[in-house]
């Protein structure tokens, strides 16, 4: 090998060798190499002695000197030893090389094997999926058709109505009237049952579809009851006024929950009845929701990011789900998919929450009632003077909430001007605020958090009845919601992990 040093280069027999000569020549100055170095360990020729290795007289022999013996000596064994060791290194490259090209070639065919599995799993989820989207699509046109019949036979009750108003006796028209009712009855119990459902459909990709176990995804329907308006059979010769005689209802406990127990001891701050008849409760220490069926059968739970304290019902699998300080979630029961966040909304901290005719309401503490229409992304804020506001209610145009520390029910319109406000002591509170509900009518249910006394109050506030008292009720309410279509009553106690469901007779 060439090697530099000052301003010239010696040769070796391993880049200059000859084969036909003992003559070396030196590569700088094309002389014959004569003379070896042994300070600096280099062969020179006489132009490289003369100008390099001035100073090295005592160290330089001419080569026939210094190769004596070297066939036998200490160098020559050395680097014998040293080709050998370089060549079997090479040689193990080489063999590691040829290990690494054939994983390479099986990992290759690994991939290959394994996105083919892939592709074949992805095409039979796409015939689940596009299975499932084309059943929901023939019930859909099933009950399109239903509806075109239906309308069909609404329209002959009302022409025939018409009809007997212009030109009948009284006597036919209230025969025919009472006639009407009856079918219309059964008309609008078919409609509700089947067609009161408006969905808005998507298809998520599951990011976890790599597993075996996992699908490539879901159609999510996510349906929205739509509301309605109708009078009932018992109204069409008398007008009543709005709201029911109180003073009949009775509470008949149809089920008792025992909540599904966790981790520590559970804390219920809220509870609703979902369209499909689950019920879902809110266990603020263990950060869960915790779903039953309303036969009483425990279902699962779904973990929280954070504390719950507020529940309301927005649709058939949707729950909204208000958090302290600054967070209320959409939540979908079926899915356990977190829909939508509504955070922007809140200034200071959400508190109770309501879903009433599309529109969503929420507390925003000491700053007031906030309404959204979340598909529009309208907000509007709704001012009322008290402060510490906890539980809310909403029923056709009107507001219903209760106060921190406080005895009172309070009554607003939309606008936040007040209508009535009751004070009871039972109803006062040492924590929090007298959960509330409203039923069909507009007659409030309310809880003392502290007696458990549930209180029916009449929509304009002039009438109550007591439902249970402390003697028969178990202590500290939390969680009140009324099931408008199944006019049942859910009322869950905040430490004993217990819930009943009334059934308003």
Known sequence: MAEKRGNHSESTF???????????????????????????????????????????????????????????????????????????????????????????????????????????RIYIQQESVLCELKTHNDKVKQAEQDLFQQELRICKIQERLFALKRSGTDKQFFIEMKMAEENAFKERKSFLAESNMK??????IN???????????????????????????????????????ITKNVLKIERTFNIHQAKHLMELYGCAILPNTN???????????????????????????????YITAVGMDEVAISFSPRLIRIINIKTNQFESKLTKYIENYSRGICYDDGKF???????????????????????????GIGNIAVFKKRIYYTADHNNKLYCSDTSGKQIWTISDDRLKAKKNSAPIAVDNDGNIFVAGPDTGVVIIISRDGKHQKVLTDEVNAILHPRGLFYDKHHKKLLLCYKKNGLAHLFRLR
């Open 14 to 120: 391993l880049n200059n060798p000859s084969t036909e000569s003992d003559e070396l020549l030196c590569k700088i100055h094309q002389k014959e190499i004569v003379f070896f170095c042994r300070c600096h360990d280099k062969l020179l020729c006489m132009v490289c002695n003369r100008l390099d290795h001035s100073k090295c007289k005592d160290q330089i022999f001419e080569i026939a000197v210094a190769a004596q013996k070297v066939k036998t000596s200490t160098a020559m064994g050395k680097l014998e030893l040293d080709i050998l060791n370089l060549l079997q290194n090479v040689k193990d490259s080489l063999q590691i090389q040829k290990h690494n090209l054939s994983s390479l070639q099986e990992v290759e065919k690994t991939i290959r094997k394994e996105v083919q599995m892939i592709i074949e």
């Open 279 to 309: 019920v879902v409760f809110i266990d603020s220490s263990n950060k869960r929701l915790v779903i039953h069926h309303e036969s009483g059968a425990y279902l699962k739970e779904i973990l929280l990011p954070e504390k719950p304290f």
């Open 207 to 245: 990011p976890f579809f790599s597993s075996a176990d996992n699908t490539l995804g879901e159609i999510k329907f996510m349906s929205k009851l739509r509301s309605y308006s109708t009078s009932s059979l018992h109204e069409a010769q008398i007008e009543r006024p709005i709201g029911s005689d």
């Open 199 to 204: 969905y808005k459909i998507g298809f998520q």
């Open 361 to 387: 309401y929420f507390v925003d503490h000491d700053v007031g009632i906030k309404e959204v229409r979340i598909d529009k992304e309208v907000v509007r804020k709704i001012h009322v003077d008290i402060a």
